[in-house]
């Protein structure tokens, strides 16, 4: 059954063996509990990236709290840069199987990912919405990485949201391409794009998933606010994806829901070799413990058929 809330997602992730996890930049309250409450839970077994003495002083702090994670293993890193790069090497070496952004910033994170552990997908980023007014977990995508994407790389940042979806246990997804409006108007380049996409999917040009656009928000999220607009859709209201029109609308919706709706949120990029945990540095430890298991459940699914 696919998963309507954080729990049982974590439920799921716990009942597997533990991945191994380098946290890059790891010397950050909120970082570091992150990792150790999902160290604690059996999600991940870390390896903690950044100034050994910062975080050994962190750790201390945090051994009465989660026992044993003083004993975390640390690779010093003189530098947010060193970190990163640090961390690409542990992936090569076979040492960890996913990589978890600490305290830097998201361009330095990416930067040594995008050169060594590229694959023939696109990299993009997904949020993972526990909204509480809404049934089930909502996908919203790209709101991170890609930021003006045109229709190819739209579809291919759909398809890495598909595949996450159906790992999820979402075997056919429903995704709403979004815009401001319904119907195609050639001066909103983002309704076209919507139009193809959707025309794309009946065409079997993406795969395993029911596509429909352009959708406002409203008719995305609403059976109700559909039918009184005349919108007949098997994605209006029943909507598993979310495909933004660019990265700025896409960061907006998501902090919105997260700090306007109550959603709470996980993050992950498809597309890479292994999981990539990238969330904001402002996030509650939660937000790493729930990527962290979205993390482990990638890492063991099978590969998407």
Known sequence: MPFAHFDALLAAATALPPITVAVVDAAEDHVLRGACDAQAQGIIQPILLGDPDAIR???ATLEKEYPGCSQTPIVAAATAEEAATEGVHLISDGKAQALMKGYLHTDTFLHPILASLRTEKRLSHIFVADIPSYPKLLLITDAAINISPDLPIKAAILQNAVDLARILHVDLPKAAILSSVEVVNPAIPSTVDAACLSKMADRGQLAHVIVDGPLAFDNA??????????IRSE???????LLVPDLVSGNILAKDLEYLAGASLAGIVMGAKVPVVLTSRSDPARARLVSAALAALIVHAKPPS
Do not use: N
């Open 235 to 241: 994605v209006a209201g029943d909507t598993d994806i």
């Open 57 to 59: 002083g962190m750790l």
């Open 221 to 230: 999220i609403s059976k109700e606010a559909a039918r009184i607009k005349g």
